[in-house]
């Protein structure tokens, strides 16, 4: 009975919570779009710490009205990115099936000339009920001050990643043979390789080690 109870406790608490994070995603969609109504007028709004959407019957607690400011807070950095770098655009319209149509085509072409096999086209072949249009967002830097963004383009599911894929299996062990040795893999890596710079006598007291950070990387990097 008393694992009974612990296993009933746990599965309420588990279910509750689901239910308070669906309310609070129903609760940012309500604020996005009361948001871009005042936007369209040309309003201006003070979203926070004030509550400008209040949805009757329903009551937030602290944590809820805290995640809802911070959504807001990350929507307008999110746009200042957008403005900043002039990298990435809201499309009008959506391009997924004519890029979908164009690798077929490509790939029919390439097997009907026989520059690949049939094994490689079932590889590459994008399939209709699972590929998805690349979308943005981004997670935020708590670790940096005022809690940045990080911008993430998710093509997990596109037409073309079959092909990135492919190839990836084909050129990354030409990159890591030539890579390995200035590339630090994670952080168990580093300490091995700072055990070995030590070893061989590299590091001194004058010693520095210095990190850097580029902005914005991904937005500089020719598409060409």
């Keep these: 009975m008393t694992l009974l109870k612990c296993y009933l406790s746990h599965y309420t608490n588990r279910l509750i919570r689901q239910i308070r994070y669906k309310e609070a995603c129903v609760h940012v969609k309500l604020v996005r779009q009361h948001r871009r109504h005042l936007l369209s007028k040309q309003q201006i709004v003070d979203a926070y710490p004030q509550i400008i959407v209040d949805v009757p019957k329903i009551s937030l607690n602290r944590i809820q009205l805290d995640y809802l400011s911070k959504s807001v807070d990350y929507e307008k950095k999110a746009e200042a990115y957008r403005q900043k770098t002039g990298a990435y655009i809201e499309l ?10 164009k690798v077929i085509l490509f790939l029919n072409d390439l097997r009907s000339k026989k520059y690949i096999l049939s094994w490689q086209l079932d590889k590459m072949m994008p399939k209709r009920d699972t590929v998805q249009l690349a979308y943005l967002y981004f997670i935020p830097k ?5 809690t940045p963004l990080r911008p993430i383009v998710s093509s997990m599911n596109m037409p073309t ?5 492919f190839l990836d299996k084909l050129i990354r062990p030409i990159f890591d043979k030539h890579a390995r040795s ?3 893999i994670d952080g168990v890596d580093l300490i091995h390789r700072l055990e070995a710079y030590t070893t061989n006598g590299h590091l001194i007291p004058k010693t520095y080690l210095c990190t850097f950070d580029i902005t914005d990387v991904y937005t500089m990097l020719p598409q060409e």
Excluded: E, Y
């Design 92 to 101: 009008d319209s959506n391009p997924l099936w004519s890029v979908f149509d």
């Design 161 to 165: 990643t079959g092909i990135s894929k």
């Design 182 to 184: 200035t590339t630090i």
């Design 142 to 146: 708590p670790h940096k001050a005022g």
